[in-house]
Protein backbone atom coordinates (compact mmCIF):
# COMPACT_ATOMS: atom_id res chain seq x y z
CA UNK A 1 0.00 0.00 0.00
CA UNK A 2 1.88 2.88 -0.96
CA UNK A 3 1.81 6.84 -0.97
CA UNK A 4 -0.37 5.74 2.37
CA UNK A 5 -1.34 8.81 4.24
CA UNK A 6 -0.92 9.68 7.96
CA UNK A 7 -3.28 10.79 10.69
CA UNK A 8 -2.35 13.27 12.91
CA UNK A 9 0.68 12.92 11.48
CA UNK A 10 1.15 9.17 12.28
CA UNK A 11 1.02 6.08 10.19
CA UNK A 12 -2.95 4.93 9.52
CA UNK A 13 -3.81 1.47 9.38
CA UNK A 14 -7.40 0.03 8.07
CA UNK A 15 -9.78 -2.32 9.60
CA UNK A 16 -12.66 -3.62 8.27
CA UNK A 17 -14.69 -5.70 10.51
CA UNK A 18 -16.36 -8.87 9.10
CA UNK A 19 -17.03 -11.27 11.59
CA UNK A 20 -20.41 -12.84 12.24
CA UNK A 21 -23.27 -14.14 9.75
CA UNK A 22 -25.79 -11.76 8.30
CA UNK A 23 -29.36 -13.58 9.77
CA UNK A 24 -31.18 -11.63 7.49
CA UNK A 25 -29.03 -12.01 4.40
CA UNK A 26 -27.98 -15.78 5.08
CA UNK A 27 -24.76 -15.24 4.43
CA UNK A 28 -21.74 -12.82 5.05
CA UNK A 29 -22.33 -9.37 4.11
CA UNK A 30 -18.87 -8.65 3.08
CA UNK A 31 -18.75 -11.44 0.44
CA UNK A 32 -22.39 -10.39 -1.44
CA UNK A 33 -21.66 -9.28 -4.70
CA UNK A 34 -22.57 -5.61 -5.75
CA UNK A 35 -21.51 -4.53 -9.73
CA UNK A 36 -19.61 -7.79 -10.05
CA UNK A 37 -17.17 -7.15 -6.94
CA UNK A 38 -17.67 -8.39 -3.19
CA UNK A 39 -18.98 -5.87 -0.77
CA UNK A 40 -15.51 -6.37 1.20
CA UNK A 41 -13.36 -5.81 -2.11
CA UNK A 42 -15.05 -2.57 -3.06
CA UNK A 43 -14.43 -1.13 1.09
CA UNK A 44 -10.77 -2.25 0.32
CA UNK A 45 -10.66 -0.49 -3.02
CA UNK A 46 -11.77 2.61 -1.02
CA UNK A 47 -9.32 2.12 2.04
CA UNK A 48 -6.08 1.34 0.78
CA UNK A 49 -4.89 3.79 -0.50
CA UNK A 50 -5.45 5.98 2.97
CA UNK A 51 -3.91 3.38 5.38
CA UNK A 52 -0.26 1.74 5.92
CA UNK A 53 -1.27 -1.87 6.56
CA UNK A 54 -5.16 -3.25 6.33
CA UNK A 55 -6.60 -6.10 8.99
CA UNK A 56 -10.06 -8.04 8.62
CA UNK A 57 -11.64 -9.04 11.42
CA UNK A 58 -13.72 -12.20 10.67
CA UNK A 59 -13.24 -15.82 11.43
CA UNK A 60 -14.25 -17.12 7.83
CA UNK A 61 -11.15 -18.03 5.98
CA UNK A 62 -12.56 -17.13 2.67
CA UNK A 63 -11.87 -13.83 3.23
CA UNK A 64 -8.29 -15.11 2.96
CA UNK A 65 -8.64 -14.49 -0.85
CA UNK A 66 -8.18 -11.14 -0.63
CA UNK A 67 -4.50 -11.00 0.56
CA UNK A 68 -4.73 -9.32 3.76
CA UNK A 69 -4.16 -10.05 7.23
CA UNK A 70 -6.93 -11.85 8.26
CA UNK A 71 -7.95 -11.94 12.70
CA UNK A 72 -10.40 -13.85 14.29
CA UNK A 73 -12.34 -12.80 16.45
CA UNK A 74 -10.61 -13.09 20.33
CA UNK A 75 -14.48 -13.10 21.89
CA UNK A 76 -16.92 -15.00 19.88
CA UNK A 77 -20.83 -13.30 19.63
CA UNK A 78 -20.37 -10.50 21.46
CA UNK A 79 -20.58 -8.16 18.21
CA UNK A 80 -18.84 -5.28 16.97
CA UNK A 81 -17.35 -3.93 19.93
CA UNK A 82 -15.45 -7.61 20.13
CA UNK A 83 -14.54 -6.95 16.49
CA UNK A 84 -12.99 -3.43 17.21
CA UNK A 85 -10.81 -4.86 19.89
CA UNK A 86 -9.30 -7.67 18.23
CA UNK A 87 -8.57 -5.25 15.25
CA UNK A 88 -6.98 -2.56 17.40
CA UNK A 89 -5.37 -4.98 19.45
CA UNK A 90 -3.62 -6.42 15.97
CA UNK A 91 -2.58 -2.80 14.53
CA UNK A 92 0.85 -1.78 14.76
CA UNK A 93 -0.43 2.00 14.20
CA UNK A 94 -1.83 4.20 17.24
CA UNK A 95 -5.13 5.31 14.94
CA UNK A 96 -7.47 2.98 12.99
CA UNK A 97 -9.51 3.32 10.08
CA UNK A 98 -12.19 1.32 11.32
CA UNK A 99 -15.46 0.36 8.63
CA UNK A 100 -17.68 -2.44 8.88
CA UNK A 101 -18.53 -4.54 5.71
CA UNK A 102 -21.89 -3.51 4.65
CA UNK A 103 -20.91 -0.25 3.14
CA UNK A 104 -19.93 -0.95 -0.47
CA UNK A 105 -20.68 2.70 -1.75
CA UNK A 106 -18.23 4.00 0.26
CA UNK A 107 -15.58 5.68 -0.93
CA UNK A 108 -11.90 6.91 -0.71
CA UNK A 109 -12.78 10.67 -1.06
CA UNK A 110 -15.66 10.24 1.47
CA UNK A 111 -13.00 8.74 4.10
CA UNK A 112 -10.57 11.23 3.24
CA UNK A 113 -13.15 13.64 4.46
CA UNK A 114 -12.98 12.28 7.47
CA UNK A 115 -9.17 12.39 7.70
CA UNK A 116 -9.42 16.00 7.56
CA UNK A 117 -11.24 16.08 11.13
CA UNK A 118 -9.25 17.75 14.12
CA UNK A 119 -8.06 14.56 16.42
CA UNK A 120 -6.83 17.26 19.40
CA UNK A 121 -8.61 15.33 22.94
CA UNK A 122 -10.20 12.47 20.65
CA UNK A 123 -10.01 8.77 20.98
CA UNK A 124 -12.68 8.31 18.30
CA UNK A 125 -13.18 10.62 15.14
CA UNK A 126 -17.13 9.32 13.17
CA UNK A 127 -19.53 10.87 10.62
CA UNK A 128 -21.91 11.63 11.88
CA UNK A 129 -25.28 11.13 9.26
CA UNK A 130 -28.15 13.78 10.44
CA UNK A 131 -27.12 13.75 13.54
CA UNK A 132 -26.98 9.88 13.28
CA UNK A 133 -23.63 8.17 14.85
CA UNK A 134 -21.87 6.05 12.51
CA UNK A 135 -19.43 4.12 14.68
CA UNK A 136 -18.26 2.19 11.99
CA UNK A 137 -16.97 4.57 9.81
CA UNK A 138 -14.98 6.20 11.98
CA UNK A 139 -11.25 6.59 13.15
CA UNK A 140 -10.30 5.10 16.67
CA UNK A 141 -7.02 5.59 18.53
CA UNK A 142 -5.53 2.41 20.59
CA UNK A 143 -6.46 4.47 24.14
CA UNK A 144 -9.39 2.61 23.43
CA UNK A 145 -8.23 -0.55 23.66
CA UNK A 146 -8.26 -1.22 27.78
CA UNK A 147 -11.88 0.45 27.47
CA UNK A 148 -13.15 -2.17 24.99
CA UNK A 149 -11.54 -4.72 26.91
CA UNK A 150 -13.16 -3.92 30.04
CA UNK A 151 -16.68 -3.19 28.09
CA UNK A 152 -16.93 -6.92 26.89
CA UNK A 153 -15.79 -8.19 30.38
CA UNK A 154 -18.88 -6.89 31.63
CA UNK A 155 -20.98 -8.29 28.76
CA UNK A 156 -21.27 -5.15 26.64
CA UNK A 157 -21.59 -5.54 22.78
CA UNK A 158 -22.52 -2.21 21.88
CA UNK A 159 -19.63 0.01 19.95
CA UNK A 160 -21.90 3.63 21.12
CA UNK A 161 -21.53 2.19 24.66
CA UNK A 162 -17.92 2.84 24.40
CA UNK A 163 -18.01 6.41 23.10
CA UNK A 164 -19.78 7.10 26.89
CA UNK A 165 -15.89 6.37 28.20
CA UNK A 166 -13.83 7.83 26.05
CA UNK A 167 -13.55 11.08 24.42
CA UNK A 168 -15.26 11.43 21.17
CA UNK A 169 -15.30 13.99 18.00
CA UNK A 170 -18.32 13.71 15.21
CA UNK A 171 -17.91 15.58 11.77
CA UNK A 172 -21.25 15.77 9.61
CA UNK A 173 -21.03 13.88 6.01
CA UNK A 174 -21.48 15.84 3.54
CA UNK A 175 -25.01 16.02 1.42
CA UNK A 176 -23.19 14.96 -1.49
CA UNK A 177 -21.95 11.54 0.14
CA UNK A 178 -24.92 10.80 1.91
CA UNK A 179 -25.63 7.61 -0.02
CA UNK A 180 -22.36 6.51 0.65
CA UNK A 181 -22.71 5.62 4.22
CA UNK A 182 -26.02 3.28 3.67
CA UNK A 183 -25.94 0.18 5.54
CA UNK A 184 -27.19 -2.58 3.42
CA UNK A 185 -28.73 -5.35 6.21
CA UNK A 186 -31.29 -7.03 4.39
CA UNK A 187 -32.33 -8.76 0.95
CA UNK A 188 -34.00 -5.22 -0.47
CA UNK A 189 -31.74 -2.86 0.78
CA UNK A 190 -28.81 -5.28 -1.70
CA UNK A 191 -31.93 -5.17 -4.38
CA UNK A 192 -32.04 -1.32 -3.85
CA UNK A 193 -28.06 -0.78 -5.24
CA UNK A 194 -28.20 -2.98 -7.80
CA UNK A 195 -28.07 -0.45 -10.10
CA UNK A 196 -26.67 2.05 -8.17
CA UNK A 197 -23.22 3.93 -9.14
CA UNK A 198 -19.71 1.76 -9.68
CA UNK A 199 -18.00 2.68 -7.01
Known sequence: ???????????LNGIILAGGRSSRM?????????NGKSFIEKIIQAVE??????IIVGDNPDYDRFGYKRIGDEFKETGPLAGLYSGLKHSDSLWNLVLSCDVPLISTELLSKLLQADARDSDIIQFTNKGDRLPLVALYHKRCLPVCLELIRSGEKRLLELQEHVKTRSTEVPDQFRSQIRNINTVNDLKSIQHAGKY
Not at 49 to 54: A, C, R, T
Open 49 to 54: PLVSHL
Open 26 to 34: GSDKGLLLH
Open 1 to 11: MKNSLTYNQQP
